[in-house]
Nanobody
Framework: QVQLIESGGGLVQAGDSLRLSCSVPRRTFSSFTMAWFRQVPGAGRDFVAAINRFGTDTTYSDFAKDRFTISRDNAANTVDLQMDRLTPEDTAVYYC??????????????????WGQGTQVTVSS
């Protein structure tokens, strides 16, 4: 079992920035495609952003493009999500995900093998 430990959620105001971090204390971290998803009550998980194993290629949802940045540090076994110009519509529980065989399905929840427990992000207007 692979454990994903998220941190950095909280309550901010519209226009503020927030940085989420996900730690994967495992030697095989660099073999995973990593991603962030988010979920609001009563809805499924929405794809936010993903990054390949080497940190050289990223994918973003339309709402994350130009405001969010995903990055990873394979030496530290962490993946971060920098979120800028937050709006109340960004309020959700954010989940970190790791996939060993994601390939072309980075935006698909079912392609990821391991999930964190989620961290709440609340943006007030």
């Amino acid at each position: 079992q692979v454990q994903l430990i998220e941190s950095g959620g909280g309550l901010v105001q519209a226009g503020d920035s927030l940085r989420l971090s996900c730690s994967v204390p495992r030697r095989t971290f660099s073999s995973f495609t990593m991603a962030w998803f988010r979920q609001v009550p009563g809805a499924g998980r929405d794809f936010v952003a993903a990054i390949n194993r080497f940190g050289t290629d990223t994918t973003y949802s339309d709402f994350a493009k130009d405001r969010f940045t995903i990055s990873r540090d394979n030496a530290a076994n962490t993946v971060d999500l920098q979120m800028d110009r937050l709006t109340p519509e960004d309020t959700a529980v954010y989940y970190c995900a790791a996939g060993a065989s994601v390939y072309g399905g980075r935006t698909q929840e079912s392609r990821y093998d391991y999930w964190g427990q989620g961290t709440q992000v609340t943006v007030s207007s």
